[in-house]
């Protein structure tokens, strides 16, 4: 009954922006802190973004200046902007709902490819 769900991905060129959104339904959305995560073979899932119910936003050192995450909790989505990305930004991103009371409990999407690549 619980669904995370990414999309947004694609195929862009170096310098170039993406949008990604993750819906979630089943959860109480407000409660739960939204994390985004970036998987590429070969290496260990590393947390891109995360945001909590009220707003609070922290970013991986190597997104900062480049990635803006936002929340609309009208919606139940969480959103990642994504600005000019390189390849080195190629990856599966996923997104997950954490729950801010209960912390192991979360809710993972199955991610959504973004390629950089000229």
């Known amino acids: 009954q619980v669904q995370v769900a990414e999309s947004g991905g694609g195929l862009v060129q170096p310098g170039g922006s993406l949008r990604l959104s993750c819906a979630a339904s089943?959860?109480?959305?407000?409660?739960?802190?939204m994390n985004w995560y970036r998987e590429t073979p070969g290496h260990q899932r590393e947390l891109v973004a995360d945001?909590?119910?009220?707003?609070?936003?922290k970013y991986a050192d190597s997104v900062k200046g480049r990635f803006t995450i936002s929340r609309d909790n009208t919606k139940n989505t969480v959103y990642l902007q994504m600005n000019n990305l390189n390849p080195e930004d190629s990856a599966v991103y996923y997104c997950?709902?954490?729950?801010?009371?209960?912390?192991?409990?979360?809710?993972w999407g199955q991610g959504t490819q973004v390629t950089v690549s000229s």
């Open positions: 089943g959860i109480m959305f407000n409660v739960y802190i």
């Open positions: 997950n709902a954490q729950h801010s009371y209960s912390p192991s409990l979360i809710h």
């Open positions: 945001i909590t119910s009220d707003g609070t936003t």
